[in-house]
C-alpha cells in the first residue's frame, strides 16, 4: 500500500524579482486521480475518475452522486471506503460506495473521466433534471445586498490551502445571515462543490434551502445542477456564469450572482431574493 497523499507538496523554485534569482522551497496543491466505485451485493461499477486534491474524499463521492441523483440521503448509502484490494497499489485513490443495488443511470457513463479543470461537463438539456424530479425552489430567503457584498472575502479568510499555495478553488456554504458555516477546497471547482454538499449530506443538513452557495471561480451549469439537487436557492460568484447556466437558475426559480467583486454584482436570475436599499430621496 503507498502513502496517503497530502493535500499539498513542498517543492523547489528558482524564483526571479527585479533581475535577481534565488532558490527557495514553495508549496503546490496537490492534483491526484480519484476513481468511484459504486459497489452492492457482488457487483461493482466504476462511475467515475476525477483529477482532485485529497481530502475530504468521501464527501467529493458523495456529493457527487446525490448531484447526480444516485442518492438522496445519507441513509442510502450503507459504506464508504478507500479500496483495500491487496493487488492495488493506489489505493487511497480509490473511493468505494456500497449500496443496497447499482442504480441503472447511463448518464453516469459520460463521467468516466473528468478533470479538474472542466469538472464533470456533458448534460445536454435541462429535461433531465424535470425527468430527475427536481423541484422549483420555494421563496427561500431574502438577503441583503450588504450580506452579498461580504461573502468573497469571509470566502478567502476561510481557505486554509490556498493561503499556502494560491492554486485551489473553494466554495463556501453561508447563512442568509452572513454566517460561513462550511468551505471546502480542491483544484476543481466542482470538487470544491461536491465536497461541499457531501459535508451536508453526511452530517444530516439537507435540504440547505435557507443557505447561499459561494464559489471562488465561474458558475456552470454543473455547480447549478449540484446546487438544486441540494435545494440551495442562491448562488455567487466572483465571475461570470455560463448561458445554460443562467437558463437552469431561471427554469427552476434559482437567485444566480455573477461577477461579485468588491461592492457590485450582477443578478442574472431571481432578483427578489436581493434586498437593495432604495436610492436617497433629494434633500
Known amino acids: 500500500m503507498t502513502d496517503r497523499p497530502g493535500s499539498t507538496v ?33 457487483d461493482r461499477r466504476t462511475v467515475a475518475i476525477t483529477m482532485r486534491t485529497p481530502g475530504r474524499d468521501f464527501e467529493l463521492a458523495a456529493g457527487f452522486l446525490h448531484g447526480e441523483g444516485v442518492v438522496t440521503s445519507a441513509e442510502e448509502i450503507r459504506r464508504i471506503s478507500y479500496c483495500t ?3 492495488v497499489e493506489q489505493q487511497y485513490n480509490i473511493v468505494n460506495v456500497a449500496l443496497d443495488e447499482l ?3 447511463p448518464s453516469l457513463d459520460r463521467h468516466f473521466t473528468t478533470t479538474s479543470a472542466c469538472g464533470v461537463c456533458g448534460k445536454e438539456s435541462l429535461e433531465a433534471l424535470k425527468i430527475r424530479g427536481c423541484p422549483v425552489l420555494g421563496e427561500g430567503p431574502a438577503v441583503d445586498a450588504e450580506i452579498v457584498y461580504g461573502l468573497p472575502d469571509a470566502l478567502r479568510r476561510g481557505q486554509g490551502l490556498f493561503e499556502s499555495t494560491g492554486g485551489l478553488h ?8 452572513g454566517e460561513l458555516l462550511c468551505v471546502r477546497e480542491d483544484v476543481g471547482r466542482h470538487n470544491a462543490v461536491d465536497k461541499l454538499i457531501g459535508w ?3 452530517s444530516g443538513r439537507l435540504p440547505l434551502s435557507d443557505h447561499i452557495l459561494m464559489v471562488s471561480g465561474r458558475t456552470s451549469y454543473e455547480i447549478m ?4 439537487a441540494a435545494g440551495i436557492p442562491m448562488v455567487c460568484a466572483v465571475s461570470a456564469p455560463s448561458s445554460l447556466a443562467v437558463s437552469l ?3 427552476f426559480g434559482m437567485t444566480l450572482v455573477g461577477f461579485l467583486r468588491g461592492r457590485r454584482f450582477n443578478i442574472y436570475s431571481g432578483y427578489e ?3 437593495v436599499p432604495e436610492p436617497a430621496g433629494p434633500p
Open 249 to 251: 437558475a431561471t427554469e
Open 225 to 228: 445542477q449540484k446546487a438544486l
Open 85 to 87: 484490494d491487496v493487488d
Open 10 to 42: 513542498r517543492t523547489r523554485v528558482r524564483e526571479i524579482a527585479d533581475g535577481h534569482e534565488r532558490v527557495r522551497r514553495d508549496t503546490l496543491a496537490t492534483e491526484e486521480p480519484m476513481e468511484l466505485r459504486l459497489l452492492a451485493g457482488g
Open 200 to 202: 451536508a449530506l453526511l
Open 103 to 105: 442504480p441503472d443511470l
Open 170 to 177: 473553494a466554495a463556501g456554504l453561508f447563512t442568509a445571515d
Open 273 to 275: 431574493r436581493v434586498r
